[in-house]
C-alpha cells in the first residue's frame, strides 16, 4: 500500500508537488511522507459536507 497525498491550493498560491512534498519533508519523517502528491480543484465531498476519502481511496487505486 503507497499513501497518497490529495491537495488543492489555499489563498491563490499555486503550490507544484514538489514543493508540497519538500515541505511536508520538513514537517514530517520521511516515511511518513506520501508516495505521490496530486492537485486537486476541489476535493469531493460526502452529503454531510466532510471529504469523501472513500471516493479518494478508488481515485488512488486507478493511479499507476
Known amino acids: 500500500n503507497r ?3 490529495f491537495y488543492t ?3 491563490g ?3 507544484s508537488e514538489k514543493e ?3 515541505k511536508l519533508g ?3 519523517p520521511g516515511y511518513m511522507v506520501p508516495f505521490r502528491h496530486i492537485k486537486k480543484d476541489t ?3 460526502t452529503s454531510s459536507g466532510k471529504v469523501d476519502r472513500v471516493l479518494l ?3 488512488a487505486k486507478n493511479i499507476i
Do not use: G, H, R
Request: charged share 45%; hydrophobic share 35%.
Open 13 to 15: 498560491k499555486d503550490s
Open 3 to 5: 499513501l497518497y497525498c
Open 9 to 11: 491550493n489555499i489563498k
Open 26 to 28: 520538513k514537517k514530517i
Open 57 to 59: 481511496a478508488e481515485e
Open 20 to 22: 508540497v512534498a519538500e
Open 43 to 45: 476535493l469531493p465531498k
